[in-house]
């Protein structure tokens, strides 16, 4: 899998992503221990504004910043997105009130909403080759789980040694190491074309994401994959309380196993699903990962209703749920590669940003309002019910689309 880091404008990008996520990752837990800072006891309040407002900037944000870019230099674009990150990370020092907090989240993930989908569409002009770019697609999926893994970890060994507010140079530190790397790429893209107006180019990338079967497939199917992180960081330490597997007043450990069970699973597919791409299609991939979710998740309720349910279950479970997302996840892209025109990555893959985000803001307040009201094993059971609706969703409207050989064929060599 290292192979593909031979490229070396891919090897420098590669670079960007991990110390950007790295970044981000610190950040979570400094954001955390000032929300505690400034709230004590109600920080969790604090935390779960801040949160709705990073999906909403990402929903919001992300089609409007690729219109407003569109034609200019790739690099730049990426640079100046870490460069604005840099300062804010800097300015949260400063941070005394809950709404600096919530006006630092609106304009840091404003900023990653115009740097992934830039990210994501420059990377195919990198890497032409098919094998390629599919490993490159699980080499980021794996960075993405070690860094869900790792950051807490790198986090809590850096409280220990520096106070509190440091983080945040590290997070900004992490950010300017993206840039340079960036920087270092050498990339000459442009972000997409600015050919037409402001208001068409602005909802381009949903218009092609309609009319494309292929696309209109895995921008359904992201649903399903939003029912499994509404269940992972929702309702698993509640759950844990509730069938007597964690302590009400510390769940951390138990938590952090099924944490890790979860990306250890979504690690695993990740690293073989480069193989088993050469000789299944993407769309079987992916709907294979998709039929698991609503099974396990119906385990999971129907075994927590029985009281059958137990940590070495939630732990296979988890597992599971953590290798069908991969599943579903990581072969992804590729669909965007092929279908979509080089001009028309960007918007494209700006829209289906977007659009994933959205599914957050449905299956997050299912998980969270039905939890509250009728218990984990309720909130799984509904979230169940939405994943199964959203693969046959999925599957009806992607009728047409052709198969992954023939779109290859048929389309001219980059």
Known sequence: MLGVLRHRRFA??????????????????????????????????IIGIALTIRIAAYVVVSPIASALVAGRSSRAVLIGADAARVVIAIGLVLATEAWHIYL???LLQSASAVFTPTYQAVIPEVLPDERDYTTAQSLSRLAYDLESLLSPVIAAVLVLVLPPNALFAVTAAGFAVSALAVALSRISQRAGAAGEPFSSRLTRGLRLMARMPAVRFLAVLDAVTATVYATVLVTTVVLLVVIGAADVDDPSGPLAVALVAFGVGSIAVALVLPRILDRVSDRTVMATGASVVPVALAATASLAVTGALTLPLVIALWFVLGAASSAISTPSARI????????????????????????????YPIAGLVGSAAGPAAATAVLAIVALGALAAALVLSRGARPSGDAQANRPAP
């Open 12 to 45: 420098a990008l590669f670079a960007s992503q991990v110390a950007s996520l790295v970044g981000t990752g610190v950040l979570t837990v400094a954001l955390a221990l000032v929300a505690v800072r400034i709230a004590g006891e109600d920080a969790a309040q």
């Open 104 to 106: 630092a989240i609106l």
């Open 336 to 363: 965007i590669r092929r279908e979509v025109e080089p001009d028309d990555r960007p918007a494209v893959f700006a829209a289906r940003f977007s659009s994933s985000h959205a599914w957050y803001a449905v299956t």
